[in-house]
């Protein structure tokens, strides 16, 4: 039987209702306009959202299953339409898995039902960067592609788009790839590093995740991976498709590489083009890692070297990506809420490595550590002042102190964004940086990073008023 055919004659339950499983429900009410579906998330109803409120409201053919028991009801059921946040380990889905409820995702009937190709994205940073750029590069050259993910829109929104020569440019999290069963025409892997091990059992099985987006690969695919790292390495030695490394620290065969300030795209060792970094608009070497990473994907997409050099040039940084968002006093203020791992801040760092700085840390703990941090910043004369904020402001404090930081630290423990950037304005030298770039995730005390990024954004302009 077709998907469409089994979502047509089995119960099926949407388990979470945010803005994945709001697109699911529309997806479905189209396919099937009378048919009975379920609803369940953890939320109340007066804590969702209006537009769940209101289809809840408006749709008579619904079973509500909402708050703390919103997992007891699955195995009424005979397919689950899992949102990607939920994860697998809570008991009322295993227990449903034994009991033969069928599980599935968005992603993986998009998978099944996309007639065009998939441009898909992963690594633990830069993969809304990543997503953004070749999104950017293809819509300057014309090719009319469809941006899909966390940074774009869920894919069942977009399913009709297109024929088969779409483009999907889809920006992939681990949660996406946990159940995959196809593997994208063009997969990129950015980079691996310890993050959401409060939702895999060990780092071994969330890169095993992540390994999916080229799993299933065969060889009329391509695998784009990142070869300075060894985990992502010996992934590729798995891998069916055709192979184009990058690397910052070495050339390769075919792929990019960069030498003297300059990024090279070669083919079985012969240079078909070159890109002056200093004239990219992207700062730090780990955004020369997205942008070969684009480079590489709009090649293999047809793009040519003139409209991408075009194209690369004229993209613009991300909000919440090292966006420098006021100056204060000749202070300049730059946010990097996006940062919410310690190596994504170590990556920060370095590109403001001949400016003075204040730099803002902590949030939400999840239990990683903050070794690499405090080591790194033991070794950086530049970094005068540390504040610390959030759940993990104590565990910094003590890896900081561990590795003898010399600067000073300020532990404010969870203040007012204005409180800190006040702080910050009135410790940093003039003509430094005061850094936001957290080093943790926001939940402890702000409903996500973007609420982060603009609290900061609004204190600083607060502060020149």
Not at 275 to 281: A, E, G, L, S, Y
């Amino acid at each position: 039987m077709s998907l469409i055919g089994k979502l047509e004659t089995n119960k099926v339950l949407i388990l979470g209702f945010g803005r994945e499983g709001q697109s699911t429900y529309r997806f479905l009410r189209k396919l099937f306009p009378h048919k009975r579906l379920a609803i369940a998330d953890k939320k109340k109803l007066k804590e969702l959202d209006v537009k769940a409120s209101e289809i809840i409201g408006s749709d008579n053919n619904l079973d509500i299953y909402l708050g703390n028991d919103y997992l007891n009801k699955l195995d009424l059921h005979e397919i689950v339409i899992k949102s990607p946040g939920i994860p697998y380990k809570f008991d009322g889905i295993r227990k449903a898995k034994d009991k033969g409820v069928g599980f599935t995702s968005q992603t993986k009937i998009f998978f099944e039902l996309c007639k065009g190709k998939i441009i898909g994205i992963t690594g633990t940073k830069g993969k809304s960067t990543t997503t953004s750029l070749i999104y950017h590069i293809l819509r300057t050259a014309k090719v009319h592609p469809v941006l899909l993910g966390n940074i774009g829109n869920p894919p069942l929104d977009y399913l009709e788009e297109g024929d088969e020569n779409t483009l999907f440019v889809f920006e992939m999290s681990s949660h996406q790839l946990t159940d995959a069963e196809k593997s994208p025409h063009i997969a990129i892997f950015l980079n691996v590093y310890p993050e959401h091990l409060d939702y895999y059992s060990s780092y071994n099985e969330y890169i095993k995740t992540k390994a999916n987006i080229t799993k299933f690969q065969s060889t009329a695919d391509f695998f784009i991976y990142n070869k300075d790292f060894p985990e992502i390495e010996k992934i590729s030695k798995l891998s069916e498709a055709k192979k184009y490394p990058f690397s910052s620290r070495r050339k390769v065969e075919s792929g990019c590489y960069i030498d003297k300030r300059k990024i090279y795209f070669v083919v079985k060792g012969q240079i078909e083009f070159s890109f002056d970094v200093r004239k990219i608009p992207l700062l730090g070497i780990h955004n020369m890692d997205n942008v070969m990473a684009a480079i590489i994907a709009s090649k293999v997409a047809g793009v040519d070297f003139e409209k991408l050099n075009k194209a690369v040039r004229s993209f613009k940084p991300l909000e919440g990506r090292l966006e420098t968002v006021g100056v204060y006093n000749s202070v300049d203020f730059v946010n990097d809420t996006l940062a919410t791992i310690p190596e994504a801040t170590i990556a920060a760092l370095e590109s403001f490595s001949d400016r003075k700085l204040t730099l803002i840390l902590g949030g939400f703990d999840r239990g990683i550590s903050f070794d690499n941090l405090g080591r790194d910043l033991a070794k950086r004369k530049n970094v005068l002042n540390v504040i610390l904020i959030g759940q993990t402001a104590p565990r910094i404090k003590k890896s900081l102190k561990k590795f003898k930081y010399s600067g000073e630290v300020y532990d404010l423990g969870s203040p007012k964004m204005l409180e800190v950037v006040r702080l910050a304005s009135k410790i940093a030298v003039p003509s430094s940086v005061v850094l936001l770039s957290p080093a943790s995730t926001s939940f402890d005390m702000f409903k996500d990073y973007e609420d982060r990024g603009r609290q900061f954004e609004d204190a600083v302009k607060f502060l020149r008023m």
